[in-house]
């Protein structure tokens, strides 16, 4: 089973830039699809962005394209997530999780429970 440990939230002004860390143990980290979502209080959790187990295919919700990057290093058994041109939108809780079902071209399906997540504040 894949633990997941998520890090580098923190606050930042609107326009600013944050990378989110999530830090995996386990061997088979390298064969799974991994995804960041996000849950503001009140509201269902949200898709962000995926990236296959190669690194070579991603996909990424309309609301955070252009702005997001999610890269991985499985040498590493981290998963990454560059944010820059942050919004007062962006503000939530990040989590990262396996990912199943999805393709380039479609944002699949979280499985396994999820962690703690780390708290991306923005403020205006």
């Known amino acids: 089973q894949v633990q997941l440990v998520e890090s580098g939230g923190g606050l930042v002004q609107a326009g600013g830039s944050l990378r989110l860390s999530c830090a995996a143990s386990?061997?088979?980290?390298?064969?799974?699809?991994m995804g960041w979502y996000r849950q503001t209080r009140g509201k269902e959790r949200e898709f962000v962005a995926h990236?296959?187990?190669?690194?070579?295919?991603?996909y990424y919700a309309d609301s955070v394209k252009g702005r997001f990057t999610i890269s991985r290093d499985n040498a590493k058994n981290t998963v990454y997530l560059q944010m820059n041109s942050l919004k007062p939108e962006d503000t939530a809780t990040y989590y990262c999780?396996?990912?199943?079902?999805?393709?380039?071209?479609?944002?699949?399906?979280?499985?396994?429970?999820w962690g703690q997540g780390t708290q991306v504040t923005v403020s205006s």
């Open positions: 999780k396996l990912v199943k079902g999805a393709s380039c071209f479609s944002p699949g399906e979280p499985f396994g429970s």
């Open positions: 386990g061997r088979t980290f390298s064969s799974y699809r």
């Open positions: 990236i296959s187990w190669s690194g070579g295919c991603t």
